[in-house]
């Protein structure tokens, strides 16, 4: 399912326009960006947390010439599903 899918979903399942629904969806979004950009951690109950981590900087291979690369440290976002969607997905 892609974002448009889900707008459209959402749409009709709780009735509200498919604008309305990409409205909030895209600030919803925006919103955890930012808290990420800012090393704030989101958590939403019963369904997982966003948060940040720190990537060490490590060696890497060069595929062209074989050539050992250093590749530098970096902050990835990553999510953590909570307990009640591993049980949904489990399912």
């Known amino acids: 399912m892609n974002k448009t899918e889900l707008i459209q979903s959402i749409a009709e ?3 509200f326009s498919r604008k309305n629904v990409e409205i909030a969806m895209n ?4 919103r955890i960006t930012k ?5 704030e951690k ?3 109950v019963g369904f997982g947390a966003f948060e940040t981590k720190t990537r060490a900087e ?3 291979r060069n595929p062209k010439t074989g050539e050992d690369i250093p590749i530098p440290a970096t ?3 990553v999510f953590k599903a909570g307990k009640a969607l591993k049980e ?4």
């Open 27 to 30: 600030a919803a979004i925006a």
């Open 13 to 15: 399942e709780t009735g």
């Open 42 to 44: 989101v958590q939403i």
């Open 88 to 91: 949904a997905v489990d399912k």
């Open 58 to 60: 490590r060696m890497g």
């Open 75 to 77: 902050k990835v976002p």
């Open 35 to 39: 808290a990420l950009a800012e090393e």
